[in-house]
């Protein structure tokens, strides 16, 4: 007897008062390389180097079908941050990665925002819909999230979610060429209960 496998879950739209979370659609791939290039120099200290390929179509046609199997095997949520104002344009990029099960149930945070953007509450917007999925959705008892000492933006915005300082990584993450220490942080959701 064959059976068929269950259809895939479908992947997340999150939606916030000023913007829709969501993975980009085929013809968005001009918008998501364009949020990236704008922001090249704005982003290149908090993030890691991207490969010679990073701005190409198909670079970006590979992460969108890696997104939807990490999903799919319940290891990641990567969403891009729309305007409703402006559908059409990436403001930003939210992702929940290294999701860990069994007797752990937690994931790590990270996130970036168009310069233009900041100062906005945007992010702030952004994170309260993410984490609550995170929650009460995708069932983490943890959400993790690191930053660079001197990113004071982050600090202050995980700060504000409640998110406790757990300690200190020395050399913890290469960003932009170098090795980079970060300060671990998390946020526990008081409320857990198994899928």
Known sequence: MILESPSPRPYPVLKTPRLALRLFMPHELGAVIDYYRRNAAYLAPWEPTRPPDFLTEEYWRRFASRCRDEFE????????LFPNSSPGRVVGYVGLFNFVRGSGHFCTLGYSLDEQC????????????????????LSMHKVLANYIPRNIRSARLLERFGFDVDGFSRDFLMINGRWEDHILTSLTNPNWKAL
Request: a negative charge; hydrophobic letters at 50%; glycine letters at 14%.
């Open 73 to 80: 095997g319940d290891l990641a949520l990567r969403l891009f």
């Open 118 to 137: 900041q100062g906005q509450g945007l992010m702030a917007e952004t994170l309260g819909e993410v984490v609550r999925f995170a929650f009460d959705e």
